[in-house]
């Protein structure tokens, strides 16, 4: 995970870092959209730092210290977002995207805990 990579390319493993993930997409925060998106820092207040430096009318910014957690879910909800765009080109309708979203969410969750737990 970058977590793990930047300290060591940084050679500096005590350097604080932040991990900013979405979803969001560039346009639709031109366009003035509403967007939400986490920071996550094992340091509280540089994690609150960003959160203050982000946010604007448009754009949630929520704080949290699960870094691994953060960046595990990121990577996942890619997978779930293609896996929703198969479902909405097949035109599979309503209760499957429900479905595909309920499940992928709960092995989502599944995951990051199994993999965060690993690493207390």
């Not at 793990?4 to 560039?26: C, D, K, M, T, W």
């Not at 910014?61 to 198969?86: C, F």
């Amino acid at each position: 995970m970058m977590s793990q990579i930047i300290p060591r390319a940084l050679r500096n493993l005590r350097q604080p870092y932040i991990v900013l993930s979405g979803p969001s997409f560039e346009l639709e925060l031109m366009n003035n959209l509403p967007t939400a998106m986490v920071v996550a820092s094992k340091d509280k207040k540089l994690a609150k730092a960003a959160q203050q430096l982000l946010a604007s009318t448009n754009l949630r910014i929520s704080t949290s210290s699960d870094v691994t957690g953060v960046e595990i879910a990121g990577a996942l909800k890619n997978v779930l977002a293609i896996a929703a765009g198969i479902v909405e080109g097949m035109n599979l309708g309503n209760n499957s995207m429900a479905a595909l979203v309920a499940q992928g969410c709960s092995e989502i969750r599944w995951l990051a805990t199994k993999v965060t737990l690993s690493y207390i």
